[in-house]
């Protein structure tokens, strides 16, 4: 069952079936329980389980679980291989469901070998792996017209802080002969590695070490099929073990953790390092700015692309941190702005540093203190969720330096320029403060849809859009599924944006609701509760973003 629906699209499918939406995933997860565990029935129970992962849509918890449960009847069945296909899943698809995921780990370790845990390409989901793929292959294509090498790495670091590490590369068969015999591919520091075709086979190859040079080795190649005249053969590799990150101690129960990226090629040649990690780590510093990021499921992907002279050890080094320990990092650096004893600017430079997880313990110290430091740093960090406060905090001050500070944080912010005249940004503020970004405008917009409140919800939906006059039957209908759903909806449970990806002046957005009580409608019960999920569309009109489509 697809939790998130189209308004539009769901009002057809009311029509034609009766039915506000099918049977739950929550409510399938537990038949599917019911068929293994009770009935012994593991063919209806795997058949169940694919089906919840199918509708679980953004429910992560309840995709973690299913997938999970798939690996138990597979493990149950004897079919191993299986079920560590669904064990690894776990792992790579759902990193952030921590219980779950230590729980995968664990059938792993009794079921896998070693090998397989370490090895990077087992461990990421397929379309990570061909993202780096072909961003791999576009940077070689590049290289070669100015006829350079082109070489990789690829730094996978997990929740745990655990690195683990591989690259791709390529052999180009520059003779005018099929090669079929073996060959030298590379040379490489690493006899720890395995290799792999594109396809994920693993490839048939020989790692000696070099007679004359120390800690270097050489890496043989036996094609499994010919490698046609002037074709290239992409491939990858990984490190067959794996490592935990240095530690830096910032405060009790407080670390950050250290990786260096660095390689010596020889030859001149463009380098990437590639550094995946789950979404809940951050780059906190770098040595080196990225090239580009990418975001892919649940995972940031960095990378780092330059030309490398001969003889140069190229080396990038970050600071990492887990998300949510950056909020408690911050109320002691907060604390410690009012330390008279304590460095001068230290905790305001790195209350910046922080940036938008310092932003919330911030707007709490703002209400409550005429530190000017602490507009100071939201103004340094640029979150739009300081706007408010800060015209609010810009009332109530008594001492002109105060005013100054929120005055400049707030140009820095919204980029206006209303100087000090406070009276025009809180004119500015009450037109346009609660569209300013897309998740304001969807709050919103549900806060005044579960008041049905229309003429303030209607606010939020750009007029010119197609779903304008659908969206607004919804409120003239006291009939309509949806005008029953929203008065169905449960205020005091914040609504939950799951994803607002802005593309330049656009946003794709999903958002999760919850029910207060039970409520049957059109013969489909729902439960207090219990959630669902809404996916639209907004644009951005000057300074406002406007629903276009739900």
Known sequence: MKRRINILAAVVILAISGTLWAESASVL???????????????????????????????????????????????????????????????????????????????????????????????????????????????????????????????????????????????????????????????????????FDIAGRKMNTEIVPDKARPNFYHIYWTPDEPIAPRQFFYYGWSIDSSKKLRTIPVMPNLQRHTLTMQNKFGNRVVETFFFVVPNNIRILTQGENYTAKETISDFDIYYWTKEVPPDTNHSVEVVLVAKESLSEEAKFLIKELHNPEAPRFVALNKLIEIGPPAVEPLIVELQKSNNWQVPKALGAIQDKRAIGPLIEKWQKADWSPMKEVISEALVRITGKQLGQDQKQWQQWWDENGQFLTPEDTIRNFMSAAMMLDAQKAMSFVAPESHDYQDIKRIFEMPDHPFNIVFRKLDPSAPTKILEAKVIDSMCIAVWQMTFKEEFTVKGKTFKAGETFELDGNLHKYGDKWLITGI
Do not use: W
Request: proline share 4%.
């Open 29 to 195: 997860f537990e038949k599917g329980l019911y068929a293994e565990e009770t009935e012994g029935n593991l063919e209806k129970a795997i058949e169940i389980y694919q089906q919840v992962i199918d509708q679980a849509g953004k429910i992560r918890r309840l995709g973690a679980q299913a997938t999970y449960q798939l690996g138990m009847c597979y493990l149950k069945k004897g079919e191993q291989a299986k079920a560590a296909k669904y064990f690894q899943q776990v792992v790579s698809d759902y990193p952030t469901e921590k219980v779950i995921v230590e729980n995968a780990n664990k059938q792993l370790e009794r079921i896998t070998p070693e090998q397989f845990q370490t090895n990077l390409y087992a461990q990421l989901p397929p379309e990570v792996i061909i993202f780096i793929g072909n961003k791999y292959g576009a940077i070689s294509s590049e290289a070669g017209l100015k006829n350079l090498y082109s070489n990789s790495h690829i730094y996978y670091v997990t929740t745990d802080f655990v690195l683990m590490r591989g690259g791709m590369a390529y052999y180009h068969n520059m003779s005018a002969q099929p090669l079929t015999s073996k060959v030298r591919l590379s040379g490489t520091s690493y006899p720890n590695q395995t290799l």
